[in-house]
Protein backbone atom coordinates (compact mmCIF):
# COMPACT_ATOMS: atom_id res chain seq x y z
CA UNK A 1 0.00 0.00 0.00
CA UNK A 2 1.29 3.11 -1.17
CA UNK A 3 0.53 5.92 1.21
CA UNK A 4 1.19 9.72 1.85
CA UNK A 5 0.53 11.39 5.00
CA UNK A 6 1.10 15.30 4.73
CA UNK A 7 -0.37 18.02 6.14
CA UNK A 8 -3.35 20.22 4.85
CA UNK A 9 -0.94 23.29 4.82
CA UNK A 10 1.96 21.64 2.91
CA UNK A 11 -1.26 20.07 0.11
CA UNK A 12 -2.25 23.47 -0.50
CA UNK A 13 0.91 25.22 -1.17
CA UNK A 14 2.49 22.62 -3.11
CA UNK A 15 -0.79 21.31 -5.19
CA UNK A 16 0.43 21.05 -8.12
CA UNK A 17 3.41 18.74 -7.45
CA UNK A 18 0.72 17.01 -5.07
CA UNK A 19 -1.79 16.40 -8.02
CA UNK A 20 0.59 15.26 -10.51
CA UNK A 21 2.00 12.55 -7.52
CA UNK A 22 -1.60 11.15 -7.18
CA UNK A 23 -1.92 9.04 -10.04
CA UNK A 24 1.24 7.27 -8.54
CA UNK A 25 0.16 6.79 -5.06
CA UNK A 26 -2.50 4.97 -3.20
CA UNK A 27 -4.29 7.75 -1.44
CA UNK A 28 -2.75 11.01 0.63
CA UNK A 29 -4.02 11.20 3.79
CA UNK A 30 -4.54 14.94 5.11
CA UNK A 31 -3.76 15.76 8.66
CA UNK A 32 -5.06 19.15 10.67
CA UNK A 33 -3.11 19.24 14.34
CA UNK A 34 -1.39 16.31 13.55
CA UNK A 35 -4.37 14.29 13.17
CA UNK A 36 -6.15 12.68 10.15
CA UNK A 37 -8.23 15.05 8.39
CA UNK A 38 -9.15 13.72 4.98
CA UNK A 39 -8.15 11.15 2.45
CA UNK A 40 -7.40 12.08 -1.01
CA UNK A 41 -7.43 9.12 -3.86
CA UNK A 42 -7.29 9.56 -7.35
CA UNK A 43 -9.92 8.86 -9.87
CA UNK A 44 -9.55 5.67 -11.47
CA UNK A 45 -9.92 7.38 -14.89
CA UNK A 46 -6.47 9.36 -13.83
CA UNK A 47 -4.97 6.21 -12.46
CA UNK A 48 -6.14 4.06 -15.89
CA UNK A 49 -4.70 7.40 -18.53
CA UNK A 50 -1.01 7.04 -16.24
CA UNK A 51 -0.86 3.32 -17.28
CA UNK A 52 -2.17 3.69 -20.42
CA UNK A 53 0.77 6.61 -21.18
CA UNK A 54 2.89 3.72 -20.23
CA UNK A 55 1.74 0.99 -22.71
CA UNK A 56 4.50 -0.30 -24.88
CA UNK A 57 7.15 1.22 -23.21
CA UNK A 58 9.27 -2.26 -23.34
CA UNK A 59 9.48 -2.35 -27.31
CA UNK A 60 12.78 -2.45 -28.95
CA UNK A 61 14.37 -3.11 -24.75
CA UNK A 62 15.78 -6.35 -23.40
CA UNK A 63 12.25 -6.55 -22.20
CA UNK A 64 10.93 -7.84 -25.47
CA UNK A 65 13.09 -10.85 -25.34
CA UNK A 66 11.99 -14.34 -25.05
CA UNK A 67 14.40 -16.06 -23.72
CA UNK A 68 14.14 -13.84 -20.50
CA UNK A 69 10.08 -14.57 -20.39
CA UNK A 70 10.78 -18.48 -20.25
CA UNK A 71 13.07 -18.12 -17.51
CA UNK A 72 10.76 -16.61 -15.64
CA UNK A 73 8.00 -18.41 -15.61
CA UNK A 74 9.97 -21.50 -15.08
CA UNK A 75 9.84 -22.73 -11.43
CA UNK A 76 12.34 -24.32 -10.10
CA UNK A 77 9.64 -27.03 -9.06
CA UNK A 78 8.77 -27.52 -12.42
CA UNK A 79 9.44 -29.38 -15.67
CA UNK A 80 8.13 -27.25 -18.24
CA UNK A 81 7.58 -23.51 -18.15
CA UNK A 82 4.24 -22.19 -17.66
CA UNK A 83 2.68 -21.44 -21.05
CA UNK A 84 0.78 -18.36 -21.81
CA UNK A 85 -2.26 -18.29 -24.18
Not at 17 to 43: C, K, M, Q, W
Not at 44 to 58: D, Q, V
Amino acid sequence: MNTLTIPITDFIRKFGEYSNLLSRVERIILTRDGRPFAHVIPAPEEKNRKLLSMFGAGIGTEIENDKIWKKVFTRHNRKHPVKLD
